[in-house]
């Protein structure tokens, strides 16, 4: 149940940001490396995850 939760406010915040964020990143004054910081931060958090749920044996 916990999980769910968890995701159900993932999705949340992501409707709420994410014409901002799309926003940011689609700018063209800004920096060539925008869109790449989404996807590392996507990979650092998915790697969390995983580490955390090996480590607790599940």
């Known amino acids: 149940m916990h999980n769910q939760r ?11 940001y994410l014409p901002t964020l799309l926003g940011w990143m689609t700018n063209p004054e800004g920096g060539w490396y925008r869109p790449f910081i989404i996807w590392v931060m996507l990979i650092a958090a998915a790697f ?5 749920n090996r480590s607790n044996g599940i």
């Open 6 to 16: 968890l995701l159900l406010l993932l999705l949340l915040v992501t409707y709420i």
């Open 48 to 52: 969390i995850v995983q580490k955390r």
